[in-house]
């Protein structure tokens, strides 16, 4: 009996028209077994068309049903559901191969190994020119990257040729890429670009894997968490997406945008190559023209296109954008906080909360407000100083130190103690309550209110409570002599460090509950 694999052989042999005698030679058996093959070939009801792409073992078992009978060492995988179900966040083939083996045991049959599960899926992806998900789940990321290749367009009235650089994103999944021509490559532009591209994607992925860029990244150790800048934090916050840069020189853990540069060279930058363009508002309509046909365009190798792919199955995996886009600011860091409670910035003054004196603040502006933080935390916002102004100052009273402030009411030092918490506004309630000369209770509250700008507001509502479990109406240097205590506690240490800069992108729900103001 000779091998399963003549049968096929024979067969395509005879099917180019060769003769049985040039199909014996050229695979080295017998007339004779050329002329059985060709015999049962004919008595069948198949042609070539039909059995073409058949495997090895359904040819012979057509020919030769009495001398081969196959029967499965293991129960058989729905290789589609494996593929479907692979599309999940979450889902591994390790999971669905041990899911696999739980069904067969209920069953009573065979389960074939891991090995050979992971095997056949890999096969079955290549036999159907799918893209393995076992690599990229639909709307899990967006790679991004500026291109190497330029573009240029002419000032008219100039004449002079402006060098366009290229911001470009792709869903490595649906292999759907979004490009922007831009005049520069700052911090600026390049926040503006990723809010570009989360339109034009219509929602954001998990996460972002993006480039060592300086107008993203401060520092990348090779141990340790990466700290992104400000500005890129706060994007990533108000998106709610993890901003994760790359490994150092690993530009294959962002493989996908690194090979749709070299594509996006030939859809695009070739494609537009005899075209002048008189302003970068007409560069990038040639670019979404050239773009939309490119991601438009068949695959060669599978069915549909980036764009269909992408409808169909990364899309409804994307978060909903928010109703606003976010809005693209300049930032300015390591501002001291002065003790007037001010910060200079832009030849002008700036106040903070009184308890951020000595500290290093970073500063977010456009061209009407600015923003004042402290570890990621907005701690204040005021109307931009006129560009004309110089030395000018914004103030808010609050701010200030209670030294410096003046005329401060009852229901103002009412509504202090409730911002710094529970148990501050339960003593200064009962001193107000209780006490028979108002003013000498305002005294008192203002003092006691002040240890927050000596210490912090964590350590006065600490304070606070512990002073309440032992008196109705606290001292004030009870209170005073607790938050000192606090003070060189190890409570204070790990709130602290609880409040570290990181580059790690949790969202802004996260991050709020770290609120110093």
């Given at each position: 009996?000779?091998?399963?694999?003549?049968?096929r052989?024979?067969?395509?042999?005879?099917?180019k028209?060769?003769?049985a005698?040039?199909?014996?030679?050229?695979?080295?058996?017998?007339?004779?077994?050329v002329?059985?093959?060709?015999?049962?070939?004919?008595?069948?009801?198949?042609?070539?068309?039909?059995?073409?792409?058949?495997?090895d073992?359904?040819?012979?078992?057509?020919?030769y049903?009495?001398?081969?009978?196959?029967?499965?060492?293991?129960?058989?995988?729905?290789?589609?559901?494996?593929?479907?179900?692979?599309?999940?966040?979450?889902v591994t083939?390790?999971?669905?191969?041990?899911?696999?083996?739980?069904?067969?045991?209920?069953?009573?049959?065979?389960?074939?190994?891991?090995?050979t599960?992971?095997?056949?899926?890999?096969k079955?992806?290549?036999?159907?020119?799918?893209t393995?998900h076992?690599?990229?789940?639909?709307?899990?990321?967006?790679?991004?990257?500026?291109?190497?290749p330029?573009?240029?367009?002419?000032?008219?009235d100039?004449g002079?040729?402006?060098?366009?650089?290229l911001?470009?994103?792709t869903m490595p999944y649906?292999?759907?890429s979004?490009?922007?021509?831009?005049?520069?490559?700052?911090?600026?532009?390049?926040?503006?670009?990723?809010?570009?591209?989360?339109?034009?994607?219509g929602?954001?992925?998990?996460?972002?894997?993006?480039?060592?860029?300086k107008?993203g990244?401060?520092?990348?150790?090779?141990?340790?968490?990466?700290?992104?800048?400000?500005?890129?934090?706060?994007?990533?916050?108000?998106?709610?997406?993890?901003?994760?840069p790359?490994?150092?020189?690993?530009p294959?853990?962002?493989?996908?945008?690194?090979g749709s540069?070299?594509?996006?060279?030939?859809?695009?930058?070739?494609?537009?190559?005899?075209e002048?363009?008189?302003?970068?508002?007409?560069?990038?309509?040639?670019?979404?023209?050239?773009?939309?046909?490119?991601?438009?365009?068949?695959?060669?190798?599978?069915?549909?296109?980036?764009?269909?792919?992408?409808?169909?199955?990364?899309?409804?995996?994307?978060?909903?954008?928010?109703?606003?886009?976010?809005?693209?600011?300049?930032?300015?860091?390591?501002?001291?906080?002065?003790?007037?409670?001010?910060?200079?910035?832009?030849?002008?003054?700036?106040?903070?909360?009184?308890?951020?004196?000595?500290?290093?603040?970073?500063?977010?502006?456009?061209?009407?407000?600015?923003?004042?933080?402290?570890?990621?935390?907005?701690?204040a916002?005021?109307q931009?100083l006129?560009q004309?102004?110089?030395?000018g100052?914004?103030?808010?009273?609050?701010?200030?130190?209670?030294?410096l402030?003046?005329?401060?009411?009852?229901?103002?030092?009412?509504?202090?103690?409730?911002?710094?918490?529970?148990?501050?506004?339960e003593?200064?309630?009962?001193?107000?309550?209780?006490?028979?000369?108002?003013e000498?209770?305002?005294?008192?509250?203002?003092?006691?209110?002040?240890?927050a700008?000596?210490?912090?507001?964590?350590?006065?509502?600490?304070?606070?409570d512990?002073?309440l479990?032992k008196?109705?109406?606290?001292?004030?240097?009870?209170?005073?002599?607790?938050?000192?205590?606090?003070?060189?506690?190890?409570?204070?240490?790990?709130?602290?460090?609880?409040n570290?800069?990181?580059?790690?992108?949790?969202?802004?729900?996260?991050?709020?509950?770290?609120d110093?103001?």
């Amino acid at each position: 009996m000779f091998k399963k694999t003549k049968v096929r052989s024979i067969l395509e042999l005879l099917e180019k028209k060769l003769s049985a005698r040039e199909v014996a030679k050229v695979l080295g058996v017998s007339r004779n077994t050329v002329a059985e093959v060709a015999l049962l070939f004919n008595q069948s009801d198949k042609s070539w068309d039909d059995i073409c792409e058949w495997d090895d073992d359904r040819l012979y078992d057509l020919f030769y049903p009495d001398k081969f009978k196959y029967k499965p060492r293991y129960a058989s995988v729905d290789y589609s559901y494996v593929h479907k179900e692979l599309k999940k966040t979450g889902v591994t083939e390790k999971l669905l191969w041990e899911e696999y083996c739980e069904k067969c045991e209920k069953e009573n049959v065979v389960a074939c190994s891991y090995i050979t599960f992971t095997k056949n899926y890999k096969k079955f992806t290549a036999d159907k020119n799918y893209t393995s998900h076992i690599e990229h789940k639909p709307g899990l990321v967006m790679e991004v990257d500026w291109s190497g290749p330029t573009m240029k367009y002419v000032d008219p009235d100039t004449g002079e040729i402006i060098t366009a650089y290229l911001f470009v994103a792709t869903m490595p999944y649906s292999q759907k890429s979004y490009v922007e021509a831009t005049t520069n490559m700052n911090e600026q532009t390049w926040l503006s670009c990723h809010v570009n591209m989360f339109e034009f994607f219509g929602g954001t992925p998990v996460k972002v894997v993006c480039d060592n860029l300086k107008t993203g990244v401060i520092s990348h150790p090779k141990k340790g968490e990466i700290i992104l800048n400000e500005a890129y934090l706060t994007l990533g916050e108000y998106y709610s997406v993890a901003i994760m840069p790359t490994g150092v020189r690993k530009p294959k853990q962002k493989a996908s945008v690194e090979g749709s540069v070299g594509k996006i060279a030939t859809a695009i930058i070739a494609k537009l190559r005899n075209e002048i363009f008189t302003s970068l508002g007409a560069l990038n309509a040639g670019i979404r023209r050239a773009l939309k046909e490119f991601n438009d365009k068949p695959f060669q190798k599978r069915e549909g296109s980036r764009s269909i792919i992408f409808e169909t199955e990364e899309k409804p995996y994307l978060r909903e954008l928010p109703l606003v886009p976010f809005e693209v600011c300049e930032w300015s860091y390591k501002h001291k906080v002065n003790s007037n409670s001010h910060i200079w910035w832009n030849k002008g003054q700036y106040s903070v909360p009184s308890r951020y004196i000595g500290y290093k603040v970073d500063v977010k502006f456009n061209n009407n407000l600015v923003y004042i933080y402290y570890n990621r935390t907005e701690i204040a916002k005021h109307q931009r100083l006129s560009q004309n102004v110089i030395n000018g100052i914004k103030t808010d009273e609050k701010h200030l130190p209670f030294s410096l402030q003046r005329n401060i009411s009852a229901e103002e030092l009412r509504d202090r103690a409730r911002d710094i918490g529970p148990k501050t506004f339960e003593v200064v309630r009962r001193m107000f309550d209780e006490a028979k000369i108002k003013e000498q209770a305002s005294q008192t509250v203002q003092a006691i209110l002040g240890i927050a700008e000596q210490f912090s507001t964590e350590i006065l509502e600490k304070a606070c409570d512990k002073s309440l479990k032992k008196y109705h109406i606290p001292y004030y240097k009870t209170i005073y002599a607790y938050a000192k205590s606090i003070n060189t506690s190890r409570e204070l240490t790990d709130f602290k460090e609880s409040n570290k800069n990181t580059g790690i992108v949790r969202g802004a729900d996260y991050y709020r509950k770290g609120d110093l103001s």
